[in-house]
DNA sequence: CTTGAAAAAGCGTTAGC
DNA sequence: GCTAACGCTTTTTCAAG
């Protein structure tokens, strides 16, 4: 990946706000609009931007229970198991991953019972073998952000 | 919060490619323009958009490695620490939970040295009892989207 | 209150440099 | 990397539901 300083800095703008326009994005980086445009598309035919989003408050949307799901499960099970739950729509994040447990999901309930179903409905599933739910009291922070390449 | 089925309509659509303009909504749905504009106007003023982002590929910018680590730590600490973590750019999610642990962050890194300085960096702060990093070996689903309101 | 047509201001996109 | 230009889009206004 050939990026340079200037495409960072429209990485950075358009994290701020998906919606600001090429030219808004131009002045405010002190350079062409075509420039912009270019950089833009570029970085969406690499697969750099994979798209635009909205970010929604799930509180206000009814979905304000957020909880963090370890699953432990048999292992010829563990890729079944994770496809079978992505394809909910209350699922957010689903991670394969080493550790305590096989698979940890981040998930958005309307409330305890829409939960309390979902946890259910996954010790059903044919080689779970165990769950850990941990729910959210707070949401301190919640954004898919560009990391600062130059951090400490 | 008065949502109609309209409102949900276009935040779908939104959520699909938040670069959709208003015409293309409008023509999707059947309706006007200007009224595509004014519900979203007032979607955005009530706040249940919070704003419109960019969803990157953090391999391709460098941060390949994934984790999600749970925090055990000292009770009258927890809000300090929960607010010294959420400075980190590369840190995705901090929630403070009910369960095993009292924290639970979401992070995206370089590598595993870089993954291994925060950890250690996370030990050090005043407070943290214990620490507990499941390293991601597949994103299976990263996606914050609205979920179906009409889900079993 | 919401809707949507129309007009003005602003924008994306292209081609050529 | 820039400029210029065309056609389309956003945004405002306003009259009607």
Known sequence: MNMDDLD?????????NARYSYREIAKELGIAVGTVYNRIKKLEDEG???????????????FGLT???GIKARGKDIVRIEKEISKSSRIMQVYDVTG???????AKFRDRADM?????????????????????MDIVKEKFAIPLLTEE
């Open 8 to 16: 960072l800095k429209i990485l950075k703008l358009l994290q701020e």
């Open 48 to 62: 750099v931007i994979r798209g635009f989003c909205v970010d929604v408050d799930y509180e206000k949307l009814g």
């Open 67 to 69: 909880a963090v799901i």
């Open 100 to 106: 305590e447990y096989d698979i940890i999901v981040v």
């Open 116 to 136: 309390n179903k979902f946890v259910k409905w996954l010790l059903s599933l044919e080689g779970v073998e165990k769950t850990n739910t941990s729910v959210v």
